[in-house]
């Protein structure tokens, strides 16, 4: 069994930067695909980022290019979401997730196996 533990959300202003944490604990986990989604009110779960075991290979979705940087610290069990030049639209709950299936559509949350419980993000314009 794999927990996640997110941090980092909070209230900011557009064009600020935040960068989220996501703890992992209860087994080892360092060949795992890690994720980051994001949700709002009414609207379906929405792929962010993702980054490969090794951390050699990140996945983005098209709006956070160049923005947003996934990256893994597997001494510390950690990924983060660096998070630049922040938008009212990038307003969301923020869910970190553990694909423990290789060779999966990680942009999809079906790959998924296991989530964190989120953290809050707010950008104000």
């Known amino acids: 069994q794999v927990q996640l533990v997110e941090s980092g959300g909070g209230l900011v202003q557009a064009g600020a930067s935040l960068r989220l944490s996501c703890a992992a604990s209860g087994r080892t986990w360092v060949s795992y695909v890690m994720g980051w989604f994001r949700q709002t009110p009414g609207k379906e779960r929405e792929f962010v980022a993702a980054?490969?075991?090794?951390?050699?290979?990140?996945y983005y979705q098209d709006s956070v290019k160049g923005r947003f940087s996934i990256y893994r610290d597997n001494a510390k069990n950690t990924v983060y979401l660096q998070m630049n030049s922040l938008k009212p639209e990038d307003t969301a709950d923020y869910h970190c997730a553990v694909a423990q299936r290789s060779g999966g559509d990680y942009y999809s949350d079906l790959s998924y196996d296991y989530w964190g419980q989120g953290t809050q993000v707010t950008v104000s314009s």
């Open positions: 980054i490969s075991g090794s951390g050699d290979s990140t």
